[in-house]
């Protein structure tokens, strides 16, 4: 029988197995984390699909689409994957929507400010489309960190027009 010290190799030949344990859990934490970020770029990239979507629809020159449009850029822009580029990328969509409704255009040349009313201005389609664009506006400032105006978070809180068609 042998009492002296161990000799290496009976040493590695016992730690042989934590080392295969230990190799196989870094390489699961690898797996796990390449896996994650496989998912959350399928994610991004679904998102971005959706995006684009919305801004089509936005830009497709159908008020009632473009309202959609912004709606679900509203529900995109309160999404994790919505980063600060992003947002301002969905902040750019509502711009002509809230430039119309900050600067109504009369509908008589000559009629003076004060006899016109934004309401009076504008179709149930084009109102609609304005309110979808300040609560876009809303989410995406929020977000960003931005003071929303006044008149935009007014604006938001309006009920869009009820059709009767």
């Known amino acids: 029988m042998h009492t002296g010290p161990a ?3 009976q040493i590695l030949a016992a730690l042989g197995p ?15 984390r390449t896996l994650k970020q496989k998912a959350e770029a399928d994610n991004r990239a679904e998102w971005w699909k959706r995006t684009q979507w919305a801004l089509d629809a936005v830009y497709s020159g159908d008020k009632k689409r473009g309202t959609i449009g912004l709606k679900v850029l ?15 990328v969905l902040q750019a969509a509502s711009e002509k929507p809230l430039g119309q409704a900050a600067h109504p ?3 008589s040349p ?56």
Do not use: C
């Not at 509203?74 to 301002?88: D, P, Q, T």
């Open 7 to 9: 000799e290496g190799w």
């Open 18 to 32: 934590l080392a295969v344990l230990l190799g196989a859990l870094v390489a699961g934490v690898i797996g796990w």
């Open 74 to 88: 509203k529900v995109l822009g309160e999404s994790e994957l919505a980063g600060a580029g992003e947002l301002a």
């Open 105 to 107: 255009v009369r509908r």
């Open 110 to 165: 000559h009629a003076l400010p004060a006899q016109v009313e934004p309401r009076q201005v504008f179709d149930e389609d084009d109102r609609a489309l304005q309110i979808a664009a300040a609560q876009l506006r809303e989410v995406t400032d929020r977000r960003l960190g931005k003071l929303t105006p006044a008149w935009v978070k007014a604006l938001a809180r309006e009920q869009p027009p009820s059709h009767t068609d």
